[in-house]
């Protein structure tokens, strides 16, 4: 892997750049898990999450509330979670 983390933790990454730098961050992510490194993401950005995640979990309360995989995943079902009403999430 030489120079390429294991684990990247990037929280709220994009939050504060323009579209084009958002672009580049989500693609640069995307390149890392391609090329063998787990990435976790920490973002209240439901495009975001959606764009990015092969599986999203939930807190609210500091509590996790839901687990949801790529498969089983909208944006519906997201916001309600965020929110803190329960939905058909997998925890």
Do not use: Y
Not at 27 to 55: D, F
């Amino acid at each position: 892997m030489g120079d390429q983390p294991r684990v990247l933790i990037a929280a709220h990454p994009t939050r504060g750049v323009d579209v084009a730098a958002m672009k580049d961050i989500h693609s640069h992510l995307l390149g890392l898990v391609q090329t063998g490194s787990a990435v976790l993401l920490l973002s209240s950005e439901l495009e975001e999450l959606m764009a990015l995640s092969h599986r999203v979990l939930v807190m609210f309360r500091g509590r996790f509330v839901a687990e949801f995989s790529r498969e089983h995943f909208s944006e519906r079902d997201l916001g309600c979670a965020m929110a803190g009403i329960e939905v058909g999430g997998e925890l």
